[in-house]
RNA sequence: GCCGAUGUAGCUCAACCGGCAGAGCACUGGUUUUGUAAACCAGGGGUUGUGGGUUCGAGUCCCACCGUCGGCUCCA
């Protein structure tokens, strides 16, 4: 039943815009003071107004939560008795969380989806009403979860509904002004998801859309998914044959030649970087005895994400970070404060067991190699340290051409030790961040259990962000392996340690590189930089030289020697990706020079082979030094 | 781990209601000697993820386990 307004709002964005003489049809919100408000609230006097109109940006978030009622309304009607759990717009779209009397499978959402056409073309008119406690309760006594949402509300709280034909739904708003103006939508996909996030509550099923003011819109966005999938770094992993999973190692890459390359790439950069910055490498064992990790706090603190092992009775766990063995290298000799700040780095290769439905291509990994390093300091120096760490970190982001976000995460739930050493640590990375003035969010509770961090997130090609870089500070480690310096009074002095990583993990960082440049890795990056392609078996040997000579300047080059047409071997070079061909024949052979073809450009004509292996080295180097003029 | 889907040759995918497991690419052999995105002919390749069950008969139906995919939770 369509619910009236018993007192009529004050002065609504609809009446607003007739006052201005503007059309007020396709009105679905407005921009007050800055924050998006249903076109409903009253527009208090002397406010900043913006009326958003249904092909405005700010349209869809709240045509998508219409969107979403939409599908509660399909739903039930479809399905009488399905609970209702919460249905928001998303970045993409929306979705809406029930639980139903039986599964819901993929089959059934094409008839869920013509339901909400159809209701789309009633065009059913959208009220809200505002009720109290007792009257909302009421209202939803079929429907427990949204109860237990109104009963968690605080005292005096607002609580509204919204009412479109017989359906009315708990909702803060905002939405449109009738069904009708959902012009495109679509459902998508089915998922599981836990009642308000929580592993231990009853699992609901959230049915995935989306939806536009138009079809030209939703179509367009399809597209986009679509392009998306060409990018995905699984499919490109293996059309490239950088790496591959096997059941019998689930969560742990195998490398294969092609992603071995790129790897070493990215690690002789990091080593030659990390040279320059002053650090030393170190190397761990793989796994040590279990009372190292007890003492560590690894044991309390992560045992659920190990794996153990137990050798001749003694009981050994593999190592999921890099730190004790870090600081058992500090042990190894004593230390005076001229040595610090001490920076130990190291590729270490760490095993975390994690949940197999987390579990996605080299993103979220079993087995990945942190680009690690401990920096031994003194309190005095702790604050410069971290800023040549930030710096670093954006030195070699640049390279890549990465934007990135900078998160700070405080102290979490199970933190070790004391209050006051975490406040201190906690201030002294924001110190750091708010003097180079490095804009940044807080993630609170979100740090590691021995000390609070930056975290680095790198956008991928589709916009979503994952965690990089991290720099952690640590008082606890020191306190627990009682590490000493001595000082400039001949006194024990207890440093304090720097974790840090910057590409986070080589495997997650691949695959970031991987779906940012579709696979069309830059030269100094690409597996394979150049193929020489013989015309001819007459110029199998020409080309054979051509490509030792270029191996032996120290390009990645090989010689495509098999029996077949130069089209084909180009087919196969481009679809490979490969920076560069280099094709030979007669007139190549006699003038000792390779014909170049760019990747995704064509022929750009005759070049003495010479000549092109200093263009080409010259290029690498380019690349691998990329700045930012500053 | 949880919810749902899914698993056929190295890869992408066929195989009706339960009735002889197939194609393209890749691979191997041969023919061909080629000039900028796919030459031609032939051949090999499978205990249909694994283990049970139903049935005269299972790739197909049922159960369990494993992997994968989309999410949730978690995280580099």
């Known amino acids: 039943m369509a619910v009236e307004n018993k007192r009529p709002l004050a ?47 700010e349209a869809l978030q709240v045509l998508r939560h219409t969107a979403a009622h939409l599908l509660a309304q ?33 089959a059934d959402l094409p008839a869920l989806e013509a339901e909400m056409q159809h209701i789309v073309t009633e065009r059913l008119p959208i009220d809200r009403r505002e009720v109290s406690r007792e009257e909302a309760l009421e209202l939803f006594a079929q429907q427990p979860f949204k109860c237990e949402i109104i009963s968690g509300l605080p005292e005096g709280a607002r609580i509204t509904v919204y009412t479109q034909g017989g359906f009315t739904d708990l909702c803060a708003g905002p939405h449109v002004q009738h069904t009708g103006q959902v012009g495109a939508l679509r459902l998508l996909s089915l998922a599981g998801a836990y009642w308000r996030g929580k592993a231990g509550n009853p699992m609901l099923t959230r049915v995935y859309g989306t939806a536009f003011a138009d079809e030209t819109a939703l179509a367009r966005h399809l597209e986009m998914t679509e392009e ?36 070493n790439t990215l690690e002789s950069f990091w080593r030659e970087e990390h040279r320059l910055a002053g650090y030393q490498e170190i190397r761990t064992p793989m796994m040590m005895n279990r009372s190292l990790w007890e003492r560590s706090g690894h044991w309390d603190h992560y045992k659920d994400n190990m794996y153990f092992t137990d050798v001749e009775g003694v009981p050994y766990a593999v190592k999921p970070m890099n730190c004790p063995g870090a600081i058992l290298a500090y042990q190894s000799e004593s230390h005076s404060y001229r040595d610090l700040p001490l920076r130990y780095a190291e590729l270490g290769l ?32 702790m604050e410069a340290e971290l800023a040549r760490v930030l710096e670093l970190v954006d030195h070699i982001y640049r390279v890549f051409g990465f934007p990135y976000r900078v998160e700070l995460s405080t102290r979490p739930q199970d933190a070790m030790g004391s209050e006051e ?43 979503r962000f994952w965690q990089c870089g991290t720099v952690q500070l640590d008082f606890q480690m020191p306190e627990k392996f009682a590490i000493e310096y001595i000082g400039e009074d001949n006194q024990p002095h207890r440093p304090i340690v720097i974790h840090r990583a910057i590409f986070g993990s080589i495997e997650r960082f691949i ?28 110029h199998e040997a020409y080309a054979r030289h051509v490509a030792q000579y ?31 061909m280099a094709v030979v024949g007669n007139k190549e052979l006699d003038s000792q020079s390779v014909a170049v073809r760019k990747r995704g450009v064509g022929d750009v004509g005759p070049q003495p082979y010479r000549a092109f292996t200093e263009e080409l080295l010259d290029e690498i180097r380019r690349q691998r030094q990329r700045r930012e003029a500053k």
Do not use: C
Not at 521 to 538: C, G, M, T, Y
């Open 511 to 538: 695959a970031i590189l991987t779906e940012q440049y579709v696979g069309a890795f830059p030269l100094w990056l690409a597996p394979v930089q150049v193929k020489v392609l013989p015309i001819a078996s007459a």
């Open 421 to 463: 050493l975490w406040e201190r640590a906690e201030a002294a990375l924001k110190q750091v961040l708010e003097e180079r003035a490095v804009p940044y969010t807080l993630n609170p509770g979100e740090g590691a259990f021995y000390g609070p961090k930056i975290d680095f997130h790198i956008q991928d090609a589709l916009g």
């Open 11 to 57: 002065k609504d964005a609809l009446a607003f815009a007739q006052m201005r003489g503007e059309a007020a049809d396709d009105v679905v919100a407005a921009v007050v003071d800055g924050q998006l408000k249903d076109w409903r609230d009253p527009i208090p006097e002397g406010a900043s107004v913006r009326l958003v109109h249904l092909n405005d940006p």
């Open 550 to 580: 270029f191996v032996e300047h120290g390009l990645r080059a090989v010689a495509d020697l098999r029996d077949g047409k130069i089209g084909q071997k180009i087919r196969q070079a481009e679809l490979e990706k490969v920076p560069y």
């Open 228 to 263: 998306a999938k060409r990018r995905d770094h699984r499919v490109l992993g293996r059309e490239l044959k950088l790496f591959t999973f096997v059941d019998e190692a689930p969560g742990m890459p195998i490398f294969l030649p092609n992603g071995m390359a790129l790897r």
């Open 350 to 381: 760490v095993h975390r067991f994690e949940l197999s439905g987390t579990l996605h291509g080299l993103l979220r990994v079993r087995a990945f190699t942190q680009d690690d390093a401990h920096l031994f300091v003194t309190p005095d120096q």
């Open 74 to 106: 399909a739903a039930l009607r479809l399905f009488p008795g399905t609970k209702l759990g919460t249905g928001p717009a998303t970045q993409e779209g929306f979705y809406y969380d029930m639980a139903f009397e039986t599964p819901l499978t993929q």
